[in-house]
T-cell receptor, first 115, second 112 residues
Framework: DAGVIQSPRHEVTEMGQEVTLRCKPISGHDYLFWYRQTMMRGLELLIY????????DSGMPEDRFSAKMPNASFSTLKIQPSEPRDSAVYFC?????????????FGDGTRLSIL | AQSVTQPDIHITVSEGASLELRCNYS??????LFWYVQSPGQGLQLLLK??????LVQGIKGFEAEFKRSQSSFNLRKPSVHWSDAAEYFC??????????FGTGTRLKVLA
């Protein structure tokens, strides 16, 4: 079975540009999570969705960040305008519905570098 | 405040040696704890989890972890390390929600 698929794997862009990260969750999973991983702060939950609806976005750092899930098989995380401090690895994860005890399955991440 | 601490940033062990990675949590009620492993360039993979019951939990790849409430710890162990175990290991905690709190990770190096 295909796991969580993220694209692109690497993104290098200049400060001020718009960045869009994409995620395809595992088919049948009702929960989708976006995380950011940095050396300084480790792995942080940014936002998560249930059945395409954002449930908790308290981890989104500021208004420059936005996330959408237009359907059950696709989600985007957008940064506009991007800044050098946004450089990090961004992970998407998904899990089955029913209970938070269901394990979260992670994608391989997008390594973002803002110059 | 709820938090997870992994005191060791780096650990180096020889292949075949035993391994223990430390994890401490801060939470006033029953914690729900996980260990994940991250290989270079990949996402996190769940090794094991503790929710209740037996405090010694078995996971994949020969790993186990022991929950000790008195010490607020959930240390990961493996009796004999293989070179393929070199990776970064994350302890995570939740109070019973979808919001997991991750430790900062321990990078394991295995010497041949």
């Amino acid at each position: 079975d295909a796991g969580v698929i993220q694209s692109p794997r690497h993104e290098v862009t200049e400060m001020g540009q718009e960045v869009t990260l994409r995620c395809k969750p595992i088919s049948g999973h009702d929960y989708l999570f976006w995380y950011r991983q940095t050396m300084m702060r480790g792995l942080e939950l940014l936002i998560y969705f249930n059945n395409n609806v954002p449930i908790d976005d308290s981890g989104m750092p500021e208004d420059r960040f936005s996330a959408k899930m237009p359907n059950a098989s696709f989600s985007t995380l957008k940064i506009q305008p991007s800044e050098p401090r946004d450089s990090a690895v961004y992970f998407c994860a998904s899990s089955l519905a029913g209970s938070w005890e269901q394990p979260q399955h992670f994608g391989d991440g997008t390594r973002l570098s803002i110059l | 405040a709820q938090s997870v601490t992994q005191p060791d940033i780096h650990i180096t062990v020889s292949e075949g040696a035993s391994l223990e990675l430390r994890c401490n949590y801060s939470y006033g009620a029953t914690p729900y704890l996980f260990w994940y492993v991250q290989s270079p360039g990949q996402g996190l993979q769940l090794l094991l989890k503790y929710f209740s019951g037996d405090t010694l939990v078995q996971g994949i790849k020969g790993f186990e972890a022991e929950f000790k409430r008195s010490q607020s710890s959930f240390n990961l162990r493996k009796p004999s390390v293989h070179w393929s175990d070199a990776a970064e290991y994350f302890c995570a905690f939740t109070s019973g929600t979808y919001k997991y709190i991750f430790g900062t990770g321990t990078r394991l190096k295995v010497l041949a």
